[in-house]
């Protein structure tokens, strides 16, 4: 084979066709085709729901009309906004505080085999046990402050991360860590060029799933004793038969979760961008 042909890009052998990168108006189209479906299944509910208030079928004390819930959240910003900043707040604090714990506590159980069949019993107890149940405890430790609800965030959200990472760590071809081996690479080298690198994929898995854990736990914490957070408001409407007030809680919490779920999926775009390329590959086959 000459070295003319050797020196060939894949996009240059017969059979393979190169494909540039979207453009933007391909990525326009791309986010429309995959958000049209959802959106209009929202758009449908949302017709439902107001047809159901509109003709009357459930009392308004029960299921407040569209308006209603959006009159609240117009004439409500203020008292809203302050209550969402505090469990917004609670709510990263104990995601942060998750994955660093989760990931360390992740990387020691796959380097020991000992301290993986010591502490997964554990976790998975944790695991099962309600927060709900033992959420009055933290507020009688820990008092009606901050504490209890990131507490609480911390435990919902900790057991995704650790599995995740678990599954991440122990997912490398184990003829890649031969090879390092081989070639004399020190135990944290090959942690940090291979087994870390390798393992992000599932991490990112597991931290769309408990950011949004992490909200449930803040409300959560917030439903036992508090006096402000979105859990407080929406707890405070339900005894007072407020429904527009509850419903708005509910959305404005939705929302908290869809954006911070949407914040780490392009984290994970933008610091994956290798694992991006593998699932839209820049060359297709064509024969």
């Given at each position: 084979m000459s070295q003319s042909a050797l020196a060939k890009r894949p996009a240059d052998v017969a059979g393979?066709?190169?494909?540039?990168?979207p453009t933007t108006g391909e990525r326009f189209a791309r986010a429309a085709e995959q958000s049209w479906r959802p959106l209009a299944l929202l758009l449908a509910a949302l017709v439902v729901w107001w047809v159901?208030?509109?003709?009357?079928?459930?009392?308004?004390?029960?299921?407040?009309?569209?308006?209603?819930?959006?009159?609240?959240?117009?004439?409500?910003?203020?008292?809203?906004?302050?209550?969402?900043?505090v469990t917004t707040y609670e709510t990263l604090l104990g995601f942060v505080i998750a994955v660093a714990v989760g990931v360390l506590a992740a990387v020691v159980m796959v380097y020991s085999s000992t301290v993986e069949r010591t502490l997964y019993p554990i976790l998975l107890f944790a695991q099962v046990v309600p927060k709900i149940a033992i959420a009055p405890?933290?507020?009688?430790?820990?008092?009606?402050?901050?504490?209890?609800?990131?507490?609480?965030?911390?435990?919902?959200?900790?057991?995704?991360?650790?599995?995740?990472?678990?599954?991440?760590?122990k997912a490398v071809d184990p003829e890649m860590l031969q090879l390092s081996a081989t070639m004399g690479a020190k135990p944290?080298?090959?942690?940090?060029?291979?087994?870390?690198?390798?393992?992000?994929?599932?991490?990112?898995?597991?931290?769309?799933v408990a950011v949004t854990l992490a909200v449930t736990g803040a409300v959560v914490g917030e439903?036992?004793?508090?006096?402000?957070?979105?859990?407080?408001?929406?707890?405070?409407?339900n005894g007072n038969l407020?429904?527009?007030?509850?419903?708005?809680?509910?959305?404005?919490?939705?929302?908290?979760?869809?954006?911070?779920?949407?914040?780490?999926?392009?984290?994970e775009k933008l610091l994956l961008p290798w694992h991006a390329s593998r699932r839209e590959s820049s060359a297709t086959t064509t024969f």
């Open positions: 393979v066709a190169r494909r540039d990168g159901i208030a509109a003709a009357e079928l459930i009392e308004p004390y029960l299921v407040p009309s569209p308006g209603a819930t959006l009159d609240v959240l117009t004439s409500k910003t203020g008292y809203l906004w302050q209550h969402t900043w405890l933290f507020v009688v430790w820990l008092g009606f402050g901050i504490a209890p609800k990131i507490l609480i965030a911390v435990l919902i959200a900790f057991f995704p991360v650790v599995i995740s990472m678990v599954t991440g760590l944290w080298q090959t942690f940090v060029k291979i087994r870390f690198p390798a393992s992000l994929p599932h991490l990112f898995s597991g931290l769309k439903f036992v004793g508090a006096n402000e957070g979105l859990g407080y408001v929406i707890l405070q409407a407020d429904t527009p007030m509850l419903f708005a809680g509910l959305l404005v919490m939705s929302l908290i979760g869809v954006v911070l779920f949407v914040i780490v999926e392009i984290a």
